[in-house]
């Protein structure tokens, strides 16, 4: 069950503004990062990936940024909406394992 | 996109038995898949990494015997909780790989022991 005082941290935008959320990552070998999007009691939905050989790709109305020197990870949404409101969460993965470890996530809520 | 299925997508059983949930790919073949568990305002946690034609492999702290998976094929892989308690219930995400490192994720099942 849930550990008792654990909770999401939760960002809070208004509609329109921009967004920008926050991950560090704690394996210095993971080579590839991922960001998804989480609805309630739905599966996680890709946003956008980026490679370790780069350090920004830009998508439709999103952004991921990756500083490797101090393990970092940022997704930034452009114009948010309300649609944009879920959990975000970033993942890490190694090409040795392919295993995804997920990041611990953010509530994002848009305010109308 | 790949397409990944889950079925059941909410299963309710009684303390003492056994459920099992199927994670299939639609669209193309997984030699990997990974079965993962969600707690109510947390992460996903990976649980096992399901090779088709081989045993599954198990994070830390994951009981095998309990988790029985099994990927009999490129398309299907399946999760079964075994002697299912209250404490098992939680969210249960699948996900195929598409070489080389995508990661397709299902819409999850929800298990409910009471």
Same mark, same amino acid.
């Not at chain 1, 949404?77 to 997920?102: L, M, N, R, W």
């Not at chain 2, 299912?84 to 699948?94: L, T």
């Given at each position: 069950?849930?550990?008792?005082?654990?909770?999401?941290?939760?960002?809070?935008?208004?509609?329109?503004?921009?967004?920008?959320?926050?991950? +560090?990552?704690?394996?210095? +070998?993971?080579?590839?990062?991922?960001?998804?999007?989480?609805? &309630?009691?739905?599966?996680?939905?890709?946003?956008? /990936?980026?490679?370790?050989?780069?350090?920004?790709?830009?998508?439709?109305?999103?952004?991921?940024?990756?500083?490797?020197?101090?393990?970092?990870?940022?997704?930034?949404?452009?114009?948010?909406?309300?649609?944009?409101?879920?959990?975000?969460?970033?993942?890490?993965?190694?090409?040795?394992?392919?295993?995804?470890? @997920?990041?611990?996530?953010?509530?994002?809520?848009?305010?109308? | 996109? +790949?397409?990944? &299925?889950?079925?059941?997508?909410?299963?309710?059983?009684?303390?003492?038995?056994?459920?099992?949930?199927?994670?299939?790919?639609?669209?193309?073949?997984?030699?990997?898949? @990974?079965?993962?568990?969600?707690?109510?305002?947390?992460?996903?946690?990976?649980?096992?990494?399901?090779?088709?034609?081989?045993?599954?492999?198990? #994070?830390?702290?994951?009981?095998? /015997?309990? @988790?029985?998976?099994?990927?009999?094929?490129?398309?299907?892989?399946?999760?079964?909780?075994?002697?299912?308690?209250? #404490? /098992?219930? &939680?969210?249960?995400?699948?996900? +195929?790989?598409? #070489?080389?490192?995508?990661?397709? @994720?299902?819409?999850?099942?929800?298990?409910?022991?009471?």
């Amino acid at each position: 069950g849930e550990s008792v005082g654990l909770h999401l941290p939760t960002l809070s935008v208004q509609e329109g503004d921009n967004s920008i959320i926050n991950c +560090a990552y704690s394996n210095s +070998a993971s080579d590839y990062f991922i960001w998804y999007k989480q609805e &309630s009691g739905k599966g996680p939905q890709f946003i956008i /990936d980026i490679r370790s050989n780069m350090d920004k790709r830009q998508g439709q109305r999103v952004t991921v940024l990756l500083n490797k020197t101090v393990k970092h990870l940022s997704l930034q949404i452009a114009a948010t909406q309300p649609g944009d409101s879920a959990v975000y969460f970033c993942a890490e993965s190694h090409s040795g394992t392919y295993k995804y470890i @997920f990041g611990t996530g953010t509530r994002l809520k848009v305010l109308a | 996109g +790949a397409v990944v &299925s889950q079925h059941p997508s909410r299963v309710i059983c009684k303390s003492g038995t056994s459920v099992k949930i199927e994670c299939r790919s639609l669209d193309f073949q997984a030699t990997t898949m @990974f079965w993962y568990r969600q707690f109510p305002k947390q992460s996903l946690m990976l649980m096992a990494t399901s090779n088709e034609g081989s045993k599954a492999t198990y #994070e830390q702290g994951v009981e095998k /015997d309990k @988790f029985l998976i099994n990927h009999a094929s490129l398309t299907l892989s399946t999760l079964t909780v075994t002697s299912a308690h209250p #404490e /098992d219930s &939680s969210f249960y995400i699948c996900s +195929a790989r598409r #070489e080389p490192y995508e990661q397709y @994720f299902g819409p999850g099942t929800r298990l409910t022991v009471t």
